[in-house]
């Protein structure tokens, strides 16, 4: 009988123990979950720290190209006074327009993914630019969607190409 007992024992310490070690490891699991989750969390912030600094040195970038480019600005002017444009002159312009285009569609594309809000969109300002008769956008727009993606010319139909802003 005593031994009985002392195998029942041994028996129920043996289960205890591996009850135990699958508690151990379930919460070792739920632990790992949490901590992955959390590591995600971070690394989604990290991207969009990243991709609204990236946008900031799109736009400098922009800037900068206009300033350091007087013969883009000296082809803006004429073209706004009503002047035509030389042939150097409009293919600089067109040039200029679709390196917009691709920042464009460069932001575009990080709404699209997540990792910039939609208001890093401003469609009333690009609609604006888009229609500038001196800017030439939109011819130089026509004969160039085969460069971008459809969900951004689908986006440029829908949002910038339509009626063009009220000027008062």
């Known amino acids: 009988m005593r031994r009985f007992y002392w195998s029942k024992i041994t028996l129920m310490k043996k289960i205890d123990l591996g009850q135990t070690?699958?508690?151990?490891?379930n919460v070792g699991v739920i632990v790992g979950i949490v901590l992955l989750g959390l590591e995600l969390r971070q690394s989604n912030a990290a991207l969009g720290v990243q991709a609204r600094l990236e946008r900031e040195d799109v736009r400098r970038r922009a800037l900068t190209r206009r300033i350091e480019n007087?013969?883009?600005i000296r082809a803006w002017v004429k073209?706004?006074?009503?002047?035509?444009?030389?042939?150097?002159?409009?293919?600089?312009?067109?040039?200029?327009?679709?390196?917009?285009?691709?920042?464009?569609?460069?932001?575009?594309?990080?709404?699209?993914?997540?990792l910039l809000e939609q208001d890093a969109i401003i469609i009333p300002t690009w609609r604006e630019q888009f229609h500038l008769p001196y800017r030439r956008?939109?011819?130089s727009w026509?004969?160039?969607?085969?460069?971008?993606?459809?969900?951004?010319v689908e986006f440029m139909r829908a949002h910038i190409m339509r009626d063009a802003p009220l000027r008062e």
């Open 142 to 152: 026509v004969g160039t969607e085969d460069r971008y993606t459809p969900e951004f």
């Open 137 to 139: 956008m939109a011819e």
């Open 21 to 25: 070690v699958q508690i151990v490891t």
């Open 70 to 72: 007087p013969d883009l």
């Open 79 to 114: 073209n706004a006074q009503g002047e035509t444009l030389t042939a150097d002159e409009a293919f600089l312009v067109d040039l200029e327009n679709n390196i917009s285009f691709v920042d464009w569609m460069y932001t575009y594309m990080q709404v699209h993914d997540g």
